[in-house]
């Protein structure tokens, strides 16, 4: 049985739909990253299940009941803020403390608490500081450890680490999971970093749009987009619009170019498909001539170096294309030269067109 | 000091000029004050003396030192949560409040008590004919501005929204999250609010005198129409009670602004 569930969520903003029938179902313990665009509704959703804001329809539901109309002080949600939000005339303790004081838990009570939270954060030492005597990490750290004092029933994490630094992002979400697992917590985290979402979640929403597009594990939006938004927007893809030419052996063309992709075989001929390609399947080797019907033939255009695989970016006639190869081989395919690139036969995906998501009428205001 | 040796030689010249501006004028009533009621000459502390022993004296004060109390804490109980509520919920409502703040200026006093005499003629005694009732009510106009652009300065330097949903957030309701978590971060702005109100209520004579009130400013002016050397005493010191109330808006302010700086800084 599901732990937290959104139950039909609909939210407007006037005329913008911010969230459109949103449904989600998460079990105890278990982190789920609501990850999209600028404007897609995941900050609207993560304010619902808060109680900041109410739904127009739909229900929220913890724990089997039903917290719809519950006020945000009486729901137990533990929330980290985007902005720096610890209380500035309060030391990190006392911030610490402040959710238990108001629980009327007894001092012998709150001390122990402030303390095993700090230290779990890895701030014991910085107790008695003012929120302008920490660095920025830290006050998220403080942000996380105070809405873990009064044992929420779900933690909400709303970017928490966009206003972080590159290094100390990094290590503040492999401690957020690592507090996550050790506690148990059940956990809603709003990112629009997929990096951040995929290496801490258990589960992955990428939300479009006011609606869910998919929500899989980390490997599976990954490998197995359900639509080219998702494609897109989870790591890089090279997309192809592409014919099929023959439904059995799953020939597809791609302006002129005859490609075979097992994925395509049962289609029938002439149906219109996106075939779907990570630049790190894609193999590249130097061409001579302009390379036959079955080849994918253009120029290195640049190089861009990711430490131990570079991306080259290949541009030929009614073709771009975006390869990754190991940076020890990068020395035999410089830019300018003609390249020719192979399809792998697996890890190809083929989406069709008629699933490619209406764009929006207008982006849902961000935050609240 | 490094910033007093860079200054230019004109600067200095300036700083002397605008200095005898504020202090001639100081200087000149406390040589005056130090004279003799009797014989003229200088130098006595009789004036002073005067003052002190004057019954009035104290009794006007005490009267005027309550009303400004009594109006700061009608003012901020009015206004702190209304402000907040306009940050939080109504922002659009933002600027129309600003507008409305502005007329106490734009309204000449006696027009106001004029308005406020009429307005009030028939409400019940222990409010029309107690300066802790009709004052008090004309005094919380006379300070809106002051108190108004005040606290909204002070609202606007934190972050209201994120604040107050942490503090619903674990738990705290509305009135909590208003006395443990917004006051305390616009105390500086309250306190400035305070200060020029009780600077204002201790000052005010059109109001007091319009509506026969007996308040330390008709004091002061019925001791200028009277005695003259008492009266100059009477002025320093009426000027030493809101420089003391300034100094201390000034270290309080000083102690508070210094860490907002660095909280804003860290942003």
Known sequence: MAYLELVDLHR??????????????????????????????????????????????????????????????????????????????????????????????????????????LELVGLGHARGRYPHQLSGGMQQRVALARALAIEPRVLLLDEPLSALDAKVRVQLREEIRRIQLELGITTLYVTHDQEEALSVSDHVAVMYGGRIEQMGTPSEMY???????????????????????????????????????????????GERVLVLIRPETLELEPAEGNGGPADLVGDVLTHTFLGPVTRLKVIGSDLELIADVPTSRVDALPIGMKVRARVPEVGVKLLSLQTEPAAPAAPAPAGR | M???????????????????????????????????????????????????????????????????????????????????????????????????????????????????????????????????????????????????????????????????????????????TLVKVILPNIRAAALAGSFLTLAIVMGEFTIANLSAFHTFPLFLQYVNETQAYPAAALTLMSFAITWAAMLSLLFVGRKRGARASVIAGAR
């Not at chain 1, 090279?238 to 014919?243: F, M, P, Q, V, Y």
């Not at chain 2, 106009?141 to 934190?158: N, Q, T, V």
């Open chain 1, 223 to 269: 490998s197995s987009p359900a639509t080219p938004f998702v494609a897109e927007f989870i790591g890089t893809m090279n997309r192809l619009e592409a014919t099929v030419v023959d439904g059995t052996s799953g020939e597809v063309d791609h302006n002129g170019v005859r490609m075979t992709v097992p994925a395509a075989q049962g289609l029938s001929r």
């Open chain 2, 2 to 176: 490094k910033g007093f040796r860079r200054m230019a030689p004109s600067a200095y010249v300036w700083l002397l000029l605008g200095g005898l501006y504020f202090f001639i004028p100081l200087l000149a009533t406390l040589l005056f004050s130090l004279k003799s009621n009797q014989t003229g000459k200088c130098c006595t502390l009789a004036s002073y003396g005067w003052v002190i022993h004057n019954g009035d004296f104290w009794h006007t004060l005490k009267v005027s030192f309550l009303l400004a109390l009594e109006t700061i804490a009608v003012s901020l109980l009015i206004f702190v949560p209304t402000i907040y509520w306009v940050h939080l919920r109504l922002p659009r409502l933002r600027p129309v409040i600003a507008f409305l703040a502005l007329i106490p200026f734009v309204v000449p006093p006696i027009v106001m008590v004029v308005g406020l005499l009429k307005f009030y003629k028939g409400s019940p005694e222990w409010f029309y004919a107690q300066p802790w009732g009709f004052l008090v009510a004309a005094y919380v106009i006379l300070a809106f501005p002051y108190m108004f652009f005040s606290l909204d300065a002070g609202f606007r330097a934190i972050d209201v929204h994120t604040l107050t949903e942490a503090s619903n957030s674990l738990g705290a309701s509305w009135p909590v």
């Open chain 1, 12 to 117: 407007d903003f006037g005329t913008v739909k911010a969230l459109d029938g949103i449904e989600i179902q998460l079990g105890q313990g278990e982190f789920l990253s609501l990850l999209g665009p600028s404007g897609c509704g995941k900050t609207t959703a993560l304010r619902l299940v808060a109680g900041f804001d109410r739904p127009d329809a739909g229900a929220i539901v913890v724990d089997g009941r039903d917290v719809t109309r519950v006020a945000p002080n009486k729901r137990d949600m533990g929330m980290v803020f985007q902005a720096y939000s610890l209380f500035p005339n309060m030391t990190a303790e006392q911030n610490v403390e402040f959710g238990l004081k108001i629980r009327g838990r007894n001092r012998a009570e709150r001390r122990k608490r402030v303390g095993e939270l």
